[in-house]
């Protein structure tokens, strides 16, 4: 993490990244991914209905959170403006007229984990 994207998180988003990058290397994975439930919300910051249903959010709302270095966020058009107010900087956009499984692929390819150990809590 650079001097620059420290200095841009809040203290417990710090705290928050580190302990699950933490646990992802005891764990051995390289990489997580949340969807559009309290633990999205918590991690960043983005405030998203989860208590209506996990599953009623769209399924572009993810964030992936690679063992090492900063996560990526991927929304749909609903989420943007709220999404650009989080903590993290590399905010994706899926597009109606585009397919969010070419999005995954960018994202993955972007984090170096094609192919590694993906887990979801």
Known sequence: MS????????FDFKRRLVGLQERMRAQGLDLVVYGSCQNFQYLTGVLVDWRRGVDLGSGANNVFVPREGMPVL????????????????????????????????????????????????
């Open 3 to 10: 001097l620059l994207e420290e200095s841009c998180m809040s």
């Open 74 to 121: 991927t929304v749909d058009e609903g989420l943007v403006e709220k999404a650009q107010g989080s903590w993290i900087k590399d905010v994706r956009v899926s597009k109606k007229e585009e397919g969010y499984r070419e999005l995954v692929g960018e994202v993955l390819s972007s984090l170096g984990v094609d192919g590694g150990r993906i887990g979801n809590w």
